[in-house]
């Protein structure tokens, strides 16, 4: 699978649940890379914006989409990494806030 396959199947399957990807398709398409560089070297799909343990128990909050999306985009209009947006964020009908990070400080490893 490619990035655009993933963009495909991805888009097809979020979307009706009101999940967008942002419009900024460069930056989709780099994040779409880096879900699948991470799908091959820890075997699942690890968040992108954030250092993936390569335990998935310990990272299945941050296995894409993370359990933060859905709090993120109802608060903020888009998820941490700006990859996941609603509709009105998309179409500047809200500001691009920075979305601060949600996952507990003892599971960020540093």
Not at 35 to 49: A, S, V
Not at 62 to 72: A, F, H, K, N, W
Not at 75 to 102: D, M, Q, T
């Amino acid at each position: 699978m490619d990035a655009e396959e993933l963009y495909q199947m991805l888009k097809k399957s979020q979307e009706p649940k009101g999940y967008y990807f942002n419009k900024d398709l460069e930056r989709v398409f780099d994040l779409m890379a880096a879900l699948l560089f991470n799908k091959e070297r820890y075997g699942y799909m690890g968040c992108p914006c954030r250092l993936v343990s390569g335990d998935k128990e310990n990272d299945r909050d941050i296995i894409c989409p993370c359990v933060y999306r859905t709090p993120d985009v109802e608060e903020y209009g888009s998820c941490y990494c700006n990859l996941y947006v609603s509709k009105e964020w998309n179409e500047e009908k809200i500001p691009h806030a920075y979305v601060p990070e949600r996952r507990p400080p003892e599971k960020i490893l540093l």
